[in-house]
Every structure is written in C-alpha cells, then in structure tokens.
C-alpha cells in the first residue's frame, strides 16, 4: 500500500509542475514578445522634437533648472537644485576641467532626461507607466506605476528617481514639459535660457545645425555631437568645448540600451513562475498525501476487527 501511495504521490507531484511548466513557457514567451515589441519602439521619428544643449554658451545662471521647478511645480522653487531628484528635474552642475594650456576652466552643464529613441526605461517598465511619444519626449503615469524601479535600473544616464517617502513609491522625470508642447509652448527650460545656451527644434534640424556649428567654428567645440549615436540616439543633444569624457558622460555603444533591460525583464517571469510553479507542485503534492493518507486510515479502520459490527 505504501508504494503504491508513493507512486500516486509522485505523479500528482510530477503532474503538478509540468502543469507550471508549461504555464511558464507560455507567460515567458507572451512577456517576451511584449517586452521585444516595447523596446523596438519602431524607427525613430526625425520631425520628433528635440533639445540642443550648447555647453560653450552655458553660463551655469540656473534659470533653466528654476524654470523647471516652477513648471512642474516642484517644491522649494527658488532652491536651485544641485543633483536630480524628485524635486528637481533638471540642474546645471559646474565642472573644473584643465584646458589645453593647463589652466583651469569651469564648464556648466545642464543635466534632465535625454529622451531617448529607444529609451530603455520604457522597455523595462512591466506596466506601461513609461511611453515613448512620437512628438519626443518621454512621459510618465503614475497612475499605471507599482514603484518596481525597474527604470531607475535600466537608465544608462541615471535618471528616473524614486519618491521614498511617498508609500505610493512613485517616479519622477523630465517629461520635456509635454503638456506645454501639447499647447504649442516650448519647454520651460528653453524659455528661460538667456544665453542661447538651450535650443528647441526637430532633432534632425538640431544635428543639421550642431555639424554646422563644428564645421564653421575650429577649435571651440569637440567634433562630436553627444547624443546623436549613443544608445541608438538621444532627443537631447549636446555640443561641447573639451572631449565629454572630461564631464562625466556615460561613454556608450550605438547600440539601444533596451536590449539589456529587455533580457532582464525577459527573466523576471521566469524566475516568478519558475518559483510559482515548484509551489503549486508542493501543494498538490501534500494535498494528494493527506487524502490518500486519509483514504488509508479509513481503509484500516474498516478492516478492523468488529468494525463491521
């Protein structure tokens, strides 16, 4: 009797997670197939909208990033920010580099999202809470966000944040003030700039203009256009005086960092299903042992002596 409980026991056991099995083959192909389709994103739009940021003409005054507390009504409006952050979604920070002769120089830099083509942020995110317009930017709803932080993960430029003191666990970003290009207004950022440090335009005419800016001024910039290549390119581009290694840019492939949040996000299932389905064969593992351990005690009881008195 024992064996043949053991032999009952283990094919319920072994029926159990073929049965998770295949239900984790099905979800891993079907979150697979969704996770390809959000990081491909399709070609990218050259009319899109885009930023030019011309480091050679910034003067690190800070109306851009107090402009941008001001519009997405962030806290503490007249603190200028010194890093990005729930409050702040752009700053200006203020580098030292040594120029060619040796001497020091400061070179003021804006940082806010960079709007990537193929934004690696909105391949990882498992809700669509992170979409890819085909106007630019990159926008945001919290009300379709868990706070899984995925995105923060997958960012090369670091820069979703995460609101730690909200239980909601909500993000926060540059969304390239989306609402106002909606209403045919320019970024608040662009607006406020006093120096044509910041301009706003297609993304194909900005390159069109960066080039000819390399081209018609030896010597003042670095003949490369950040953002134009890197990741499979940005909405935000920028021009520079010295190599942006010296800044502290992310030296990146052409190649979409979706890719890399792809394969995480591809495993994310897996590992949860793989782990459901060992549950659920335990479970119907115990739960065969106790009836037939039930049946086998009624069994015994009834072929007790006097039992069928």
């Known amino acids: 009797m024992a064996a043949i409980n053991l032999e009952l026991s283990r094919r319920d056991m072994l029926k159990g997670m073929g049965c998770g099995i295949a239900a984790l083959a099905a979800s891993t192909a079907v979150a697979g197939s969704v996770n390809v389709a959000a990081a491909a994103g399709g070609p990218a739009n050259e009319d899109a909208w885009g930023i030019l940021i011309d480091l050679t003409r910034c003067t690190g005054c800070q109306s851009c990033a107090l402009a941008c507390k001001e519009a997405n009504d962030r806290p503490h409006p007249n603190t200028v920010p010194i890093r990005l952050d ?45 979409r890819k317009t085909a106007e630019g930017p990159v926008v945001y709803d919290a009300e379709k966000c868990i ?46 700039c006093p120096n ?12 069109a203009q960066a080039h000819a800016q390399i081209v018609s001024n030896p010597g003042r910039y670095v003949e ?7 990741v499979g390119g940005t909405s935000v581009l920028y021009l ?12 990146l492939g052409d190649d979409p960092n979706a890719k890399y949040a792809e394969a995480v996000m591809k495993a994310t299932p897996a590992i949860a299903l793989t782990v459901a389905s060992v549950v659920t064969a335990l479970h119907l593992f115990m739960q065969r042992r106790q009836q037939v351990h039930g049946e ?7 072929h007790k002596p006097g039992a069928e008195l």
């Open 240 to 251: 520079s005086p010295v190599p942006f290694s010296l800044l502290g840019f992310p030296e």
């Open 86 to 130: 729930t409050d702040a979604y752009s700053y200006v920070e203020e580098r030292q580099i040594e120029n060619s002769v040796g001497d020091k120089e400061t070179v003021s830099i804006k940082h806010q999202c960079m709007h990537c083509l193929h934004p690696a942020c909105v391949s990882a995110c498992t809700v669509g809470a992170l």
């Open 196 to 207: 044509g440090a910041l301009r706003f335009g297609t993304r194909h005419q900005l390159l």
């Open 296 to 302: 086998a005690t009624v069994h015994a009881e009834s």
């Open 147 to 192: 706070g899984c932080r995925y995105c923060q993960y997958a960012c090369p430029f670091g820069v979703p944040c995460y609101e730690w003191e909200n239980p909601l666990g909500l993000i926060h970003k540059c969304e390239m003030c989306a609402s106002r290009l909606a209403e045919d207004e320019k970024p608040a950022c662009i607006a406020a």
């Open 224 to 230: 490369h256009v950040y953002g134009e290549h890197e």
